[in-house]
């Protein structure tokens, strides 16, 4: 070789080691000036997304969802929350190669640039699933060069600092859906009523297309654009091979959602009580069970509407073994201002009418004054200026003491009352976690009996709970309190006792049409007919229910019997909760006939009975009947009284007595002076009733 030659030859050796040098030179301080970027302007990557508070039941299912701040519904969504297919089409449709590239797929890009140089459009994008998600969480409303290239220098950054599994979890999060819907969760709930766990192939198909144009593919706006969305992306899946053909033209079949269903918002009071008492939190989870939730929800609107437009309806199911609230209504209808809808009206105190009797009359076992067969009297009595009447104005005479809890009557319970104590019942009330309200300064007294005390519909089951379980009540809970703390004690009853009291109210007779389920159940009607009360319980569930106003006013008509007790055993039936049979009696425990029972416990004797009441003629202890509702004249809506109906009260007459409707017999001979009336078209009606000396009285209504 030359001399020439072996210089021309280095120098071409030293031209290839400095341009080499110079790249490799470029390359490092390319590398330094991208880190020094990232450094520099960090990815607005926040570490928590503001997503939509969520209230779930007992088994992570959603009760209730609130809006976002800036008003969007968004959930906070994990890969465990979505169907496993729907993320293999995801990740099919829009960007295949997401699990090996490092943010950007440099062939997809390279094909995109290919086709806008080949067609002068935009054919198909270069985005990968981590440059969308650098465009979710940094909008910009250009489509330029510069903005892709940011969008690709976020991508890198976003690649760095997280994993490509949470890099998916934030993009099912944030993913537009059209309208005020983001995330994946939100658009199946609102389009489908599901979570993304159960999609079909159509339904995964159809939110795979979404987000790429949400307002221009909304089903609820743009059917057909959406169809055509979901079908496309089902061609998509055969030729990836994510779908068999016959799969995806099963799933074409199927029609597209035409509507946007609105998100849960079951148990809205006790929803609102969660968020107040952890409002940090994002997810809370209530004792309550969806499906129990949703019928007694069902059976309180209804029965409301059946009511009248200002009358509500509040009810309580607990589980007596545990106190968890498996089901609870605040109001018939949350959102109906006519009803005051937005007060809770569980926690609302007021006056419990009969309903606290039975644990009068179980203290009286207990303390073995009484049996059910002992006779106990119902005449007019003055307990030192206190003189209780019966809710019909009548009095029943000598009755046992099982009549006498089954009809409600006053006076006997008044008389047992006084026997074993206010203080004694309402210190067992206490040691139930139950503290009923009274006047300041005032002291427990014979009133409390019939319902002159304040308690609430809460208060009301978690007492029931003790007849539920034997005696020992249970504290309610709901998922709510910040430190629960369970019941000491809880003994209302000896259980021998609380048998006694079950068994007599498991013979109470269920209104007309009622299922029948071994239900014991009392009921009560507060003074000036404001609430009406019917608290039911079988071997293991308790149900409470509440009617009335919420602004206290008066509802004519309304009574426990008629008006709370068909609702009880329609939420028991809508609970869908299996029935329990109630609890065996305890050793000793027996229901013992008249003749068995010892000379001690065939009467009921106070040591310091009522005086007797003023004697008075037999003339006027027993005047003609009179029927006092309705007056006569008055007018009856027909569309409230088809549904419940009208009771009918009169005063005086002996018992027993016949009641007629233009001449045709309501319902057999009674002694009570209560019947109930439904009337069988519009026009004018006559009521009569005749008494035991063959005494009559009539009114005459109009049916409207």
């Known amino acids: 070789m030359s001399f020439l030659q072996k210089t021309s030859s280095s120098k071409l050796i030293r031209r290839a080691t400095i341009a080499h040098a110079a790249c490799a030179t470029l390359a490092a301080l390319s590398t330094a000036a991208l880190f020094s970027l990232d450094r520099a302007f960090p990815p607005p990557l926040p570490e928590k997304i503001v997503t939509s508070k969520e209230v779930v039941d007992r088994d992570g299912v959603l009760l209730r969802a609130y ?109 537009p859906y059209g309208g005020n819907l983001e995330g994946v969760r939100a658009a199946a709930l609102a389009y489908f009523g599901k979570e993304p766990k159960r999609l079909t192939v159509s339904e995964a198909a159809l939110l795979v297309a979404l987000p790429q144009l949400p307002e221009r593919r909304r089903p609820d706006r743009f059917r057909d654009n959406a169809q055509t969305a979901r079908d496309r992306v089902l061609a998509r899946m055969v030729e990836a091979k994510v779908l068999a053909e016959r799969e995806a033209a099963r799933a074409a079949v199927d029609d597209v959602a035409a509507g946007r269903a609105a998100l849960p918002a079951l148990a809205a ?45 509040a009810m309580v199911l607990a589980d007596a073994r545990t106190g968890e609230i498996l089901g609870s209504v605040g109001s018939a209808d949350y959102f109906d201002a006519r009803r005051f809808g937005w007060i809770d009206m569980t926690r609302a105190s007021r006056s419990p009418g009969s309903t606290l009797k039975p644990f009068i009359y179980g203290l009286a076992f207990e303390q073995g004054l009484i049996a059910q067969e002992t006779l106990i009297e119902d005449r007019p009595a003055d307990f030192a200026g206190y003189r209780p009447k019966n809710f019909d104005m009548s009095y029943q005479g000598d ?121 014991a159940y009392k009921t009560g009607t507060s003074y000036g007919y404001r609430d009406a009360w019917s608290v039911g319980y079988d ?120 009641w007629l409707a233009n001449g045709k017999p309501l319902t057999e001979i009674v002694r009570r002076r209560t019947a109930t009336w439904q009337p069988d078209g519009a026009g004018y009606s006559t009521l009569t009733v005749i008494d035991a000396a063959g005494r009559a009285a009539s009114v005459k209504v109009f049916v409207e």
């Open 67 to 175: 809006a976002t701040p800036d008003g969007f519904w968004r959930f906070q969504t994990s890969l465990d929350d979505v169907d496993p297919d729907f993320v293999k089409m995801l990740v099919a449709y829009e960007d295949k190669r997401f699990w090996e590239h490092n943010g950007v797929d440099m062939l997809a890009l390279m094909r995109a640039a290919g086709q806008l140089a080949g067609h002068g459009r935009i054919v198909s994008g270069g985005s990968t699933l981590s440059m969308q998600l650098a465009r979710l969480i940094e909008p910009r409303d250009s489509r330029s060069i510069s903005s892709k290239i940011t969008q690709i220098f976020r991508a890198w950054q976003i690649e760095r600092r997280v994993s490509k599994r949470d890099i998916l979890e934030r993009y099912l999060t944030l993913a």
């Open 269 to 313: 009071h006790l929803s609102d009580d969660a968020l107040r008492a952890a409002p940090g939190e994002t997810r809370h989870k209530l004792t309550i069970q969806k499906s129990v939730q949703a019928g007694l929800e069902a059976v309180a609107k209804e029965a409301a509407r059946k009511l009248g437009e200002r009358v509500s309806v």
């Open 539 to 658: 071997g293991r569930y308790v149900l409470g229910v509440w009617v009335g106003r919420a602004d206290s006013g008066s509802v004519p008509g309304l009574a426990g019997y008629v008006s709370a007790a068909p609702i009880l055993f329609e939420g028991f039936a809508k609970s869908g909760l299996p029935a329990v049979q109630q609890q065996r009696p305890p050793a000793g425990a027996f229901h013992a006939a008249p003749n068995d029972l010892p000379v001690t416990l065939r009467r009921f004797e106070s040591g310091r009975d009522a005086l007797p009441a003023p004697t008075v003629s037999a003339s006027v202890v027993e005047p003609a009947p009179k029927i006092v509702f309705p007056p006569d004249g008055a007018h009856v809506e027909l569309t409230a009284s088809s549904v419940s109906p009208l009771v009918l009260k009169l005063q005086g007459g002996r018992a027993p007595f016949r």
């Open 399 to 519: 009755v046992s003491v099982r009549q006498a809890l089954q009809l409600s009557l006053n006076v006997p319970a008044v008389r047992l009352l006084d026997a074993v104590g206010p203080a004694r019942l309402t210190a067992r009330f206490r040691n139930a976690g139950v503290t009923p309200s009274l006047p300041p300064g005032e002291t427990p007294g014979l009133a409390i009996g019939l319902g002159g005390v304040g308690v609430t519909l809460r208060d009301l089951v978690q007492l029931y709970t003790g007849l539920a379980n034997g005696g020992r009540a249970k504290k309610l809970r709901d998922g709510t309190e910040a430190d629960f703390q369970p019941l000491a004690d809880g003994m209302i009853l000896e259980p021998a006792a609380n048998w006694q009291v079950t068994d007599i109210l498991s013979g109470v007779r269920a209104p007309e049409g009622a299922s029948q389920r071994g239900v």
